[in-house]
């Protein structure tokens, strides 16, 4: 149903030739998805490298699919909102927090690309390395680094001294509490409560304590300073405020869905199916257009040639092509019904028989594999973890899509929209 899906959802992307910035679904009251942030995300994706070689129907269930998390996330964003998760003390802390440091990275980065080699030193170093390019390359960034502390310890100097900076760390031998005062200047009150939480009861290191106001008082400066060169970093922000709001909701979900450890051991009980590892085999694949061919292709394996050499060469699987073959370690149960009738009671290292699927004529191999097991609650605790909190979750969606429904703007959204 869910690839079906996916092909309806992108037949109108792929007789496109160019993607304009096209809403292709909206999210509740103020969500969308455009092809722009579709294209990114996609170009991002751990599979990104990979996806030109892979044939259209794949490319449009991974598409599809990608669509659908990026809908899925907005509208778990809508909910954090809704909740009021954007108005927590800890959401808008850490969005303080992480503004502060992206606009102080800014700041070093133009910093350093200001930076300049003296012309004297440029001479010496264009006439020592004349011959070599690659050398000069490295010589003219080693010199950059080698300088370019002194300038960062320069500048925040200069900026320390312009913010009246004052810090008052003999506090710190006198019993502090949370209002005590450690740093001021324009722009800046550190207090000790800022680095220590009211309900804790450790005692930091003044070391350390120095160290964190120091870095935070350097930060802060750097910050300002990035306002006032004109960075603008509110496309970053809202990325990570979607993120966090979306983060603390779920951080909070899951503390609700698992109040202790027995809510997992009752799971694993429950669930004995989890404590069973699939074998894994590290199989390797040919693809041949016809059945002639497969069989002519056979014959050369069992005459001594590499399965893996021929499948470079003539496979019409481009991924497995680009790969020579080698398909890496999949579960038992993963491949297509075809190829896991062939590979059930077939041998290590032994070609299979021709198998016919929609993609081709394929030969297969088992290179390795490591046998099924079972295993008890501690040795896959993270497993049933992550499965109780996957179920946990596909209801939960649906609660939130109910709430904050997904309206399709592309192919037929009236028959995707029933669907959903």
């Given at each position: 149903m869910k690839k079906i899906l996916f092909f309806v959802l992108f037949s109108s992307l792929f007789a496109s030739s160019s993607f304009a910035n096209k809403v292709l679904v909206t999210i509740g009251k103020s969500g969308q998805v455009t092809e722009q942030q579709l294209e990114a995300a996609m170009q991002a994706a751990p599979f990104a490298t990979q996806f030109p070689a892979m044939d259209e129907q794949d490319q449009a269930y991974l598409r599809g699919d990608m669509l659908l998390r990026i809908a899925r996330s907005e509208a778990l964003y809508q909910e954090a909102i809704s909740t009021g998760k954007s108005r927590e003390l800890i959401f808008q802390q850490e969005m303080s927090?992480?503004?502060?440091?992206?606009?102080?990275?800014?700041?070093?980065?133009?910093?350093?690309?200001?930076?300049?080699?003296?012309?004297?030193?440029?001479?010496?170093l264009s006439t020592r390395f004349s011959t070599n390019s690659d050398a000069l390359i490295a010589a003219r960034s080693a010199y950059v680094a080698q300088h370019y502390n002194d300038l960062k310890l320069g500048h925040i100097q200069q900026l320390k001294q312009q913010a009246n900076v004052k810090t008052y760390f003999e506090r710190l031998d006198n019993k502090p509490t949370t209002a005590t005062i450690l740093a001021t200047g324009i722009g800046i009150?550190?207090?000790?409560?800022?680095?220590?939480?009211?309900?804790?009861q450790a005692e930091l290191d003044q070391l350390l304590i120095i160290e964190q106001v120091?870095?935070?008082?350097?930060?802060?400066?750097?910050?300002?300073?990035?306002?006032?060169?004109?960075e603008n970093i509110d496309a970053q922000l809202q990325d990570y405020a979607h993120h966090l709001a979306t983060r603390l909701l779920l951080s909070e979900k899951e503390q609700q869905w698992i109040s202790d450890e027995s809510v997992l051991r009752d799971y694993f009980q429950k669930h004995p199916k989890i404590a069973y590892i699939p074998e894994r085999r590290q199989i390797g694949q040919i693809v041949l257009a016809s059945k002639q061919e497969a069989e002519q292709m056979r014959t050369r394996i069992l005459a001594g040639e590499s399965l893996f050499t021929l499948a470079g060469q003539h496979s019409i699987d481009a991924y497995g092509k680009q790969r020579s073959g080698d398909m890496g370690w999949l579960k038992e149960g993963s491949a297509s019904q075809e190829i896991e009738t062939a590979l059930k009671d077939l041998q290590d290292n032994e070609p299979s028989v021709v198998i016919q699927t929609d993609k081709g004529w394929h030969i297969v191999v088992i290179v390795n594999r490591k046998p099924a097991e079972r295993k008890d609650y501690a040795a896959i605790k993270d497993r049933v973890r992550q499965k109780f909190l996957?179920?946990?979750?596909?209801?939960?969606?649906?609660?939130v899509i109910a709430k904050h429904p997904l309206h399709w703007k592309i192919g037929d959204h009236e028959a995707i929209n029933k669907v959903m």
């Open positions: 927090n992480f503004k502060t440091a992206l606009l102080a990275q800014r700041y070093l980065v133009t910093l350093r690309a200001q930076m300049q080699i003296p012309a004297d030193v440029e001479q010496q009150n550190i207090q000790y409560g800022h680095l220590v939480p009211n309900n804790s120091n870095e935070w008082v350097e930060l802060t400066l750097m910050a300002q300073a990035a306002v006032t060169q004109g996957a179920e946990k979750m596909t209801a939960y969606l649906q609660e």
